[in-house]
Nanobody, 124 residues
């Protein structure tokens, strides 16, 4: 059974940094892609960044390019989202999700397995 657990969310001041972790279990790590999504109150869910665990390809939303970096550690079955220069508009619940296939998925509908989320709050 695929299981994803996010951690690392916190309250941080604008301009600060956080590193989120997504611990994965129940599947062969490099057979999947992992994406980070976020959802703020009253807003639609937004895909932030993703990584293909087989080919190492990554993609990020324009809103976070240059500030957020996605990476993976196969030895720990964990995907990270390093978030720098945080802004109040980054405030949201952050989720990681898994899609079958070790490359960046074509659409967000390919993500079939989801974690419970971790809260990130950025104060101004």
């Amino acid at each position: 059974e695929v299981h994803l657990v996010e951690s690392g969310g916190a309250l941080v001041q604008a301009g600060g940094s956080l590193r989120l972790s997504c611990a994965a279990s129940g599947f062969t790590f490099d057979d999947y892609a992992i994406g980070w999504f976020r959802q703020a109150p009253g807003k639609e869910r937004e895909e932030v960044s993703c990584i293909g665990l087989l080919d190492g390809s990554t993609e990020s939303a324009d809103s976070v390019k240059g500030r957020f970096t996605i990476s993976s550690d196969a030895a720990k079955n964990t995907v990270y989202l390093q978030m720098n220069s945080l802004k109040p508009e980054d405030t949201a619940v952050y989720y990681c999700a898994a899609a079958v296939g070790g490359w960046v998925p074509r659409t967000s509908r390919d993500y079939k397995f989801w974690g419970q989320g971790t809260q990130v709050t950025v104060s101004s």
